[in-house]
Nanobody, 127 residues
Framework: QVQLVESGGGLVQAGGSLRLSCAASGRTSSRYPMGWFRRCPGKEREFVAAISWSGGSTYYADSVKGRFTISRDNAKNTVYLQMNSLNPEDTAVYYC????????????????????WGQGTQVTVSS
């Protein structure tokens, strides 16, 4: 199994940027797709971005497309989420996720496709 730890959350003004990191430990010799999800206040968890093992395939939710960028550094076992042009609607707890059941060269957009989750990091965007 793998342990995931997110970091980089915080308070930022609208229009600002943050970069989230998710460090994986444990089963890091395997290849696996990863994703970012978020839970906004009073809403269900939703997909944000996903990336394949190689980084060659990425997917984004329409709400973040053009503003957020997912990337990964496999040598550091870390996936990143660069968030630009943040707005108050981006306020949420952000979670990273990983799974070993699907082909590593795919990017998974469904939360049910992920078995392992981090504890989450809070992002608050003030207006």
């Amino acid at each position: 199994q793998v342990q995931l730890v997110e970091s980089g959350g915080g308070l930022v003004q609208a229009g600002g940027s943050l970069r989230l990191s998710c460090a994986a430990s444990g089963r890091t010799s395997s290849r696996y797709p990863m994703g970012w999800f978020r839970r906004c206040p009073g809403k269900e968890r939703e997909f944000v971005a996903a990336i394949s093992w190689s980084g060659g395939s990425t997917y984004y939710a329409d709400s973040v497309k053009g503003r957020f960028t997912i990337s990964r550094d496999n040598a550091k076992n870390t996936v990143y989420l660069q968030m630009n042009s943040l707005n108050p609607e981006d306020t949420a707890v952000y979670y990273c996720a990983a799974d070993f059941r699907f082909p590593a060269n795919t990017a998974r957009v469904s939360a049910s496709d992920y078995e392992y989750w981090g504890q989450g990091t809070q992002v608050t965007v003030s207006s």
